[in-house]
């Protein structure tokens, strides 16, 4: 059917929309992939300029007619479909958005201006990709695994509700120069001629993850010093600090608000607005000593320099430097600071004794976990302590 106006695309929609078995997708988009040097079928990365997570299903729909149009099967029934474009999906995409292809520059939809770029390259070959993931299943390829985490990045998708199971296993580790990355054996296998040649790259990293910078444009008032510090995949809300040194932020974990960080947040661990991560100081990760359990770190919160965490820990509460608070933990309250921290905390049945493990506190508001310098006991009384980030740096 001819697409000469806006109703014309909204009857259409309905038309694609109502087809036997029609799904409509979480997330879609069109990636630009690097392939192996050596193994072309290899895909190694894959850059989109724009995802779509749960959201402009209209746009979903055109690229699933187009992919129909273009003769690539697609199946409903499977959790991810991703598929090589040719100039049959092109023209079927243009043809669709005809009553959006002409609007003046920043009017245009994002998801029209990618295929209508698209189109005007001479040849598109074959490094372009359609994704399209109907269900939040366990990634099967690369291009999903980058389209979940640009969904994280992009803070369109939640930390801590993807499913990256097995991400690392599809993933391929690679030598990173600049934003490109390169097989490992093809570095090995020309290694002499390339540096005869003058032409062996300098490798900057060698991780199947990129870093967050090379495919992420951040807030204007977020900074990151050093771009080795944040994997992609990490969520940076705005006006988050990251300085070099002993920071670093992993995949699936980030910011709720401005954060400083110089210490470690680990993968799926969240930290809130407000808070200061200080030099050195960690918050393990799933995978590091919490038992499964994902580490949220409240509002207005400090770690002190080389402090480590691995309980939740609630709003307005300080870990000193150095000091160490895991689940196992004993730590020591006196009776009158047991019954102000009762007191912050209302909501929560707390049990009058002396002694505690750290999972018994852990996620409690206006705590300071202290160490007694004299008996060496870890000590935990009321915080008195108001944690506030300079905002001249957020």
């Given amino acids: 059917m001819a697409v000469n106006s806006v109703e014309d695309f909204k009857n259409l929609i309905e038309d694609i929309t109502s087809q036997n078995g029609y799904r409509e997708p979480i997330g879609f988009g069109i990636a630009r992939v690097d392939r192996g040097q050596k193994n072309a079928d290899k895909i190694l990365q894959a850059n989109f300029p724009i995802i779509n997570w749960r959201e402009n299903y209209g746009s979903g729909a055109v690229f699933i007619k187009a992919i129909q149009d273009a003769n690539l099967n697609i199946d409903f029934n499977s959790s991810e479909f991703v598929a090589t474009i040719n100039e049959k999906f092109i023209e079927s995409a243009i043809s669709s958005f005809t009553p959006y292809i002409n609007l003046a520059i920043g009017q245009e939809h994002k998801n029209v201006q990618v295929i209508k770029m698209l189109s005007e390259m001479e040849d598109i070959g074959k490094n372009f990709r359609v994704v399209i993931l109907f269900e939040d299943s366990k990634p099967k390829s690369v291009e999903a695994v980058y389209l979940k985490l640009y969904a994280l990045s992009t803070q369109k998708a939640k930390l801590r509700t993807l499913n990256l199971d097995g991400a690392f296993g599809v993933l391929t580790n690679v030598a990173w120069v600049g934003n490109r990355p390169y097989e490992l054996e093809y570095l090995r296998e020309n ?94 990760g799933v995978l590091s000593g919490t038992d499964g359990n994902p580490i949220s770190i409240g509002k207005n919160t400090l770690l002190g320099a080389n402090s480590v965490t691995g309980i939740p820990l609630g709003d307005g509460s300080i870990v000193d430097a150095g000091v160490t608070i895991l689940a196992g933990t004993k730590i020591k309250i006196s009776s009158n600071e047991l019954d102000l921290i009762r007191e912050a905390n209302p909501e929560t049945a707390i049990e009058i004794k002396e002694i505690f493990r750290g999972k018994e506190l852990q996620g409690l508001n206006g705590i300071h976990y202290r160490q007694d310098s004299l008996t060496g006991e870890i000590i935990a009384r009321r915080s008195t302590r108001e944690v506030k980030l300079n905002e001249d740096l957020h």
């Fill in 191 to 284: 290694e002499i001629e390339m540096k005869l040649n003058g032409t062996f790259p300098t490798i900057d990293s060698v991780d199947k993850f990129p870093r967050y910078l090379q495919h992420i444009i951040p807030a204007d008032n977020t900074r990151i010093l050093d771009s080795s510090k944040v994997r992609m995949g990490a969520s940076l809300a705005s006006g988050t600090t990251v300085m070099p040194g002993a920071s670093y932020i992993n995949f699936n974990a980030g910011t709720l608000g401005s954060v400083m960080v110089e210490g470690r947040i680990s993968s799926s661990a969240i930290v809130g607005e407000g808070s200061d991560i200080g030099g050195g100081a960690s918050i393990l």
